[in-house]
């Protein structure tokens, strides 16, 4: 995995540049003729501007442009930084922004448009259900049966299509439910061209038309993705220009998070669960300012699509009412009394929906592995797939019989329930499940009188379900899978509860299902709960999240972390993972090749260092003891040198524009002074400064946990002897790779495990 | 501040041991040739023994005993250490316990107990209620209503006296909610006997008494304290004796946060509400394992306490159900339909409710200045207090009026609606809401028809409310705030919606009073929307907390701040204040008079440092260039004094044994060495290695944060140059001393402010 992923490391020019640092002017001394006459022409006012373009560029690390021209050429991972440089520069040129207020109209503005696209998305997909009902029932009655269902597939294949196409061609990285990116985003891995407008656009519109098309998917999953999408375009490197206040990547996932938020809250009108699912699957620690903001994202994502929804159906005009139906999934309103005797059956039925979520994963991870390479084939494989799943569907439907509707829930399920070729009055059993809008089917499943289905029908649509799922989950169109993994749930606590008349069991399954496929714990009860309204619910929901991730757990990670895995992102967990032994030490895991800089350190040097390795982070240190000083990026540098940053530039430049290069700076030095020190970069005036490090002898998983708790990117580490010399780095890929050395040592006390991931 | 806590040095020996260290050899032979004489006798079973003890007292840092010895003669607070020393006897020493199936098993035992002492205190407060309005009616019917008016007052003010009894004379931490001790321990200051057995008893009892004298006070806040000091039985130190399982501080934490969940879940039937409080309001960060556990706690105590119920009234017999009746406040059922053009008075309504909880917190803290000191005098006070707020309460009862019981509502609100002095049928509108059960009264306020009070018993009850809980907050009974709290709110929002009939303003009210009181916002939320059990109330309730944290803000800190300021606890956020200016660095902020000690350390300086200063911890320095090699805690050196684990010992000690002394333990030294080494002791293998350090040049506030999210106790401060020897130490009392420095200075951007504590 290292060596796929970001920030791998070629060792050649660390010994050379400590050995060969002082017999390296040669070379430089060449380049420096040839340069000093580019530089004769344009130097003057390049001189004027440099102050201010430096500036304001060296406030954080706002780089955005570099950065991702960078990242267009290598299409790779690349870490964030969650702290604002701390060096001189900018400790003398930090202004304060009022950013408090800005940072909660952000979260405001993104809630209002997570919550727009949640109300069209939701508009759209429900129009074209109807629509191809609309033509089905047509063809049926003016034509025949079958032109009915040929058309009806027919559309949906097209549908299909039409994301395919979109997400196959234009941005692959809408695919899926694409929720592990959010999650490496937060996690502190930029992950490029995941969150740019495109993939906002494509990811939106594809939605729209994939869940349309009839496959068994749902729109929750994309819409995290999309909020997380919004909510990246207001930070640097997006498209609404704020660069100039939210440069620093902190501020970058605190707008994810609110917009991850509000996706989901917007998905499951469950403002709390949003967040908590944002916290639990995601965020790496608890920060009381980015929650607030998340929930006051998601209140308003859910408010907003509660007010379209009600002004849309007429409602808001005459009961002047906003929040009947919060979210795009209704669980609908049940009974809530249950026997306390019914819990071991709860518990049951929960493990058995752990055992089932585990092997479905682990059938859509092994199917991802002969997913096609070649665009074309993953479009027909669009294609093939959804034409194959509908005409299945329908094959099932044939095995279900009609029933008779009664008069009083025609009007509450009319949307679900849908007559097929059956007579009217009637509707289809199976043919309902699988073939109308998934959120009506879930409420209507959930919260259905007992005798609406047989039970030969629940259990043929469960296992339909299930099909479609997988079938669905690694095609190239953008695909959630909360819906059917709440579906078959629920499909499954029904069949179990068809005896004893009962909702609870459906929506303990639904819960059982959700917990084993995502691993989730607090945030599925309370997403559920909300749905249903009933705190009441708590210790059932609760059992049946805890015994499904019992049962779960036997069958590895969860789907999230396998795509994670599969992807390569470097994915680092807050706690350092059992399989990270005891023994070893943070010298036993760090790369050894480092390159570091004294802190004016020639041009040539950093040149060299730039051209011939790929760290990201250099430390810089003091040439006789080689402690560690600072930490310089690699991104500074680029810029330190596109923008000629030596010490003779700044030293000329114009002193009193913003105070830029007054004695301070460069430590009392004169222009007399700067002649010795030509075409050389202070560093020491751009670095981090005095970053944490850590002590060769400190245990590995210390130096995971500073890691991980102070969200570093960088940790640099120093000799436990008296000199106390950078000997190593520690960056998240050496984490990761420590972790994975020994994967099988610690295998048997798995039941300390729990420590981290069960309830 | 500083000179009265935890971790104060005095200066004088760390000069004197850096330069007479060579010249200390006469004093410490004197010694030697004393203590030699002493040793010869027991040294041989002391040697056998020694080993084994040592082995287990040096696993984690569980040296209950000794800390609290230590503790009772101080009577101060401490900082706990939440993670386990990293030293070299540890690595070598440490066993994997299976604990996580004992952790969630001691979460599920600390729920039950919680909720069967909710239960207990339910039945024993309505018990006592009752039992006074039985004696009331009595003396009405037969003899007098003054007799009654008097037998009723008298009943209260003796039931008070009691709990007054208990809590002055046995066990003053029982005093007040207690809150605010649960804050300081979860933020790592350890409170000596504010979590002991008998504050636990003496708080369970003096609880059930305090609220049934009729006080305006509830049993929320003790029940959190109550629950904090159940799970601390658990830990090191606590009763249950499981201290070989759980000695660290972080499952201290762990626990206490289950306890604090389970506590405020069962009271307000809202388990995740609990939850998120304990999160919010005194957790640094944010552990998933340590949330799972705590909702699973608060669940199951929950859960208890609906079973409780249930069988008591009959009803599980009958229905077989337990949730109908969450927690001890009900909040009743509403109508979830509110206008949208109502929210610009709710915002109002919660504005002013923010104005008044910033006031009256203000004029409590004002009040405790001049609390009694001497406990004859706070006993009085007791009884004086109780008295005139009793009387007080009838004389407003006199001012309401006499209002017809409709029969529908007869039944459902008997609790709270007493007759007093009225006709049959008929009840005192002010006098129910002064003198009956305050859970009760609460969901009759926010739940009763319109026409149920007057608009002036409203205000009338308003005004004797806010009165009631000014007078009782300072009394040394044990009192939490949260019920007349949500009263207030209650009532004032009742007051503002009397012409438009609706419940919506009484439960934004008392959201707005909770979060401007106690300064909690998504968590306070929370708890009301699952008393509620409407999500749909969400947007009004955030709006409400909104809008009052807004106003709120004027009136500096919350309740609990100002408590923990009051008892002198230092309390550190987890981030850096606006106070802490920029400008400072760690070198700034560091106490500079630290006393250290060589790896190998004679007897004679440990114990005069030990004597001479007071701190707590002791940086390892090697002697050469003083660089920090690791952190030894005052309580490992009293144990190895005691122990006397001097090098000689520890050499001779056996072996085979447990593989204590073996050459790698001693780096090789035979016993030929050791006779240079006598009296010497090895802090190298005890010391926390390779502890984190910050350089001096780091800004004050990276070094805060490092500190807060390592959760670290001591932070050694190292030079700038390139020796790195250590100048320093910082602590949680330097940080604090630094961020009260300068106040002032920054605050003109208070609207910055919200990042940390507003919405």
């Given at each position: 995995?290292a060596?796929?992923?970001a ?23 060449g ?10 022409g344009g ?9 201010a ?11 955005g ?10 299409e790779?991972?690349?870490s964030?930084d969650?702290?604002?440089?701390d060096s ?13 207020w ?11 448009i997570?919550?727009?696209i949640?109300?069209?998305i939701?508009?759209a997909v ?22 009915a ?5 027919a559309?949906?294949?097209?549908t ?8 196959v061609?234009?941005s ?5 439910s ?16 995941a969150?740019?407008?495109l ?8 939605t ?5 098309s ?14 997380a999408a919004?909510?990246m375009q207001f ?12 440069r620093?990547d ?7 998070s ?14 709390i669960?949003g967040?908590l699912?944002?916290?639990e699957?995601?965020s ?9 903001r998340a929930?006051?994202?998601?209140t308003?994502?859910?408010f907003?699509?509660s007010v379209?929804?009600a ?7 005459k ?8 979210g ?15 819990m071991?059956?709860f ?10 979520s585990?092997?479905?994963?682990k ?9 096609p ?22 094959l ?5 019989s009609c029933?008779?509707t009664?008069?009083?829930?025609t ?5 679900a329930s ?25 409420s ?5 009188p ?5 039970a ?5 649509a469960?296992?339909v ?13 953008p695909?959630?899978?909360f819906?059917p993994?709440i579906?078959w ?10 005896l004893?008349?009962?909702h609870a ?16 714990t ?6 559920l ?6 705190s ?10 805890a ?12 789907l ?13 967990h807050?706690k ?5 032994d ?12 480092i ?5 004016i350190?020639?041009v040539?040097?950093?040149?060299d260092?730039?051209?011939?390795t790929?760290h990201?982070?250099f430390?810089?240190c ?6 560690v ?15 000629r940053?030596?010490?003779e530039n ?8 913003d105070g ?9 030095r004169?222009p ?15 670095m ?5 490090t ?14 991980t708790r102070?969200?570093?990117r960088?940790l640099?580490v ?12 520690i960056?998240?890929i050496?984490l ?7 994967p ?11 420590d981290?991931?069960?309830?």
């Open positions: 995995m060596a796929s992923t920030e791998t490391r070629d060792s050649p020019r660390a010994r050379l540049l400590e050995s060969g640092y002082a017999s390296d002017d040669d070379e430089d001394g380049r420096d003729a040839r340069e000093a006459r580019d530089e004769r130097a003057v006012s390049r001189r004027k501007t440099f102050a373009r430096t500036h304001s560029l060296y406030l954080g690390l706002g780089l442009g570099l950065e991702l021209e960078r990242a267009d050429e290598e790779e991972c690349e964030l969650f702290h604002d440089v001189h520069w900018a400790r003398r040129s930090r202004g304060r922004f009022p950013r408090g800005a940072k909660w109209i952000v979260a405001a503005v993104i809630g209002v997570v919550g727009l949640a109300f069209a939701d508009v429900s129009a074209l259900f109807r629509g191809r009902r609309a033509l089905f029932e047509l063809c049926r009655d003016r034509v025949h049966l079958a032109l269902v040929f058309a009806h597939i559309l949906g294949v097209v299909a299509a039409f994301a395919g196409l979109l997400t061609y234009m692959p990285s809408a695919k899926g694409g929720v592990h990116y959010v999650m490496a985003v937060l996690n502190g891995v930029h992950v490029p061209k969150f740019d407008g993939t906002l656009v494509v990811k939106s519109i594809g729209i038309f994939a869940v349309g009839g496959l068994m998917i749902g729109p929750e999953g994309p819409l995290v993705h999309i909020g919004i909510a930070t640097h490197g997006g498209s609404f220009g704020m660069a100039e206040l939210f620093s902190e501020d970058r996932s605190d707008f994810i609110a917009g991850v938020s509000a996706g989901l809250g917007a998905a499951f009108g469950a403002p669960g967040v699912f944002s916290l699957e995601a790496s620690f608890w920060r009381e300012s980015t929650t607030q929930l006051f994202s998601s308003i994502a859910t907003v699509l379209c929804r002004v849309m159906s007429g409602s808001a005009v009961e002047h009412t906003a929040m009947k139906q919060p795009l999934i209704a669980l609908g309103e049940f009974d809530a009394t249950y026997y306390l005797v019914e071991p059956f518990g049951a039925l929960a493990g058995v929906c752990g055992v089932i585990g092997l479905i994963t059938l859509i991870v092994v199917l991802s592995e002969f997913a390479i070649r665009n074309s084939h993953r479009f027909a494989q669009v294609v093939v797939v959804t034409a194959a799943t509908l005409g299945a569907f329908y099932a439907a044939a095995a279900g029933v008779k009664s008069p009083d829930e009007t509450k399920w009319s949307e849908i007559r097929l070729w059956c007579k009217p009055g009637e509707y289809a059993d199976v043919g309902s499940i699988l073939l109308a809008n998934k959120q009506d089917v879930i209507w499943v959930l919260g259905a007992a005798n609406a289905h047989a030969h029908a629940l259990l043929v469960f296992f379900t299930l099909f479609g799922m997988v079938s669905a989950a690694n095609l190239f169109v695909a959630g899978l819906m993994t579906l749930g629920g499909l499954l606590g029904r069949f179990t509860a068809i004893c008349n009962h069991y459906a929506l303990v399954g639904s819960a059982a299902a959700l917990a084993g496929t995502f691993r989730a607090v945030s599925v009860v309370i997403i709960l909300e749905g249903v309204g009933k009441a619910f708590l210790f059932p929901l609760l059992t049946a999240v015994c499904s991730n019992f049962t779960r757990r036997m069958f590895g990670a969860s999230y972390v396998e795509q994670l895995r599969q992807a390569k992102i470097p994915f680092l807050t350092p993972p059992k399989s990270l005891d023994t070893l030490c943070a010298a036993d895991i760090c790369s050894r090749d390159v570091y800089f004294r802190t350190e020639k040539g040097v950093i040149e260092a730039l051209a011939n790929r990201n982070g430390p810089v003091s040439s006789k003891s080689k402690r000083l600072g930490v310089v990026l690699r991104k500074q540098l680029l810029v330190l040198l596109s923008r940053a030596f010490v700044l030293v000329h430049a114009p002193r009193a524009e830029l290069a007054d004695e301070s700076v460069l430590g009392g004169t007399d002074d700067v002649v010795s020190l030509r075409r050389r970069c202070d560093l020491g005036v751009f981090q400064l005095a970053p944490p850590t002590r060769a002898d400190a245990s590995a998983r210390a130096a995971w946990e500073t890691f102070l969200s570093l960088h640099p120093v000799a436990d002897d008296d000199r106390g010399a950078v000997i190593g780095m960056t998240r050496d990761i790779a420590a972790a994975a050395r020994r099988s040592t610690h295998d048997g006390d798995d039941d300390d495990d729990d981290e991931d069960g309830v």
